[in-house]
């Protein structure tokens, strides 16, 4: 009996810790969005004014923001009832650029393959990929050698061009 009131005890104090951590958040401040709204990124966050939020809140947050494909940076800190957002919005693909192709429809059949389009973000991990998709089409049609490269052309600090080059091989 003794053991049950201290496990009671225990479960009582431990359930009671999330509640000390937690924040009634009175102000957002969202910093670093361009092309997303306030809005956008209140919905997709799942985050409100004059709710509670504990750590395991903050970490919801940061996942779902992470989720949407719209941030390469997500930082969120939540100090004297305050929620601060930082965010770096990935930047915007303008244009893909194919090169070592003649044929106009394996470059469509390309562009409708990969994950990366263009007016859609440049998403970092999308990139090998991409190029792995690209060598896997070649390799169906008889071209196992075939290189890509792939390089980047800055527009500005929100919109790059992706050049693939490829050598088929032959």
């Known amino acids: 009996y003794k053991m049950f009131r201290v496990l009671i005890i225990f479960l009582f104090f431990?359930?009671?810790?999330?509640y000390i951590s937690a924040e009634i958040v009175d102000q957002?401040?969202?910093?670093?969005?361009?092309?997303?709204?306030?809005?956008?990124i209140l919905v997709y966050?799942?985050?409100?004014?004059?709710?509670?939020?504990?750590?395991?809140d903050i970490n919801n947050i940061l996942k779902?923001?992470?989720s949407t494909n719209f941030f390469e940076d997500v930082e969120i800190n939540l100090s004297n009832n305050i929620l601060t957002?930082?965010?770096k919005e990935y930047p915007i693909v303008n244009q893909l650029i194919i090169l070592g192709e003649k044929s106009?429809?394996?470059?469509?059949?390309?562009?409708?393959i990969l994950k990366l389009k263009e007016k859609k973000s440049f998403i970092k991990s999308y990139l090998s990929k991409?190029?792995?998709l690209i060598k896997s089409l070649y390799s169906s049609a008889g071209f196992n050698f075939a290189k890509i490269a792939v390089s980047q052309k800055v527009i500005d600090e929100d919109k790059i061009d992706l050049v693939f080059e490829i050598d088929r091989g032959e």
Do not use: P
């Not at 431990?14 to 999330?18: D, L």
């Open 14 to 18: 431990i359930g009671s810790i999330k």
């Open 28 to 40: 957002i401040i969202i910093k670093g969005n361009k092309r997303v709204s306030k809005e956008t």
């Open 45 to 56: 966050g799942k985050i409100k004014k004059k709710q509670d939020y504990s750590n395991s």
């Open 64 to 66: 779902n923001l992470y």
């Open 85 to 87: 957002i930082n965010l």
């Open 104 to 112: 106009n429809n394996k470059k469509d059949q390309i562009r409708k």
């Open 130 to 132: 991409d190029v792995d």
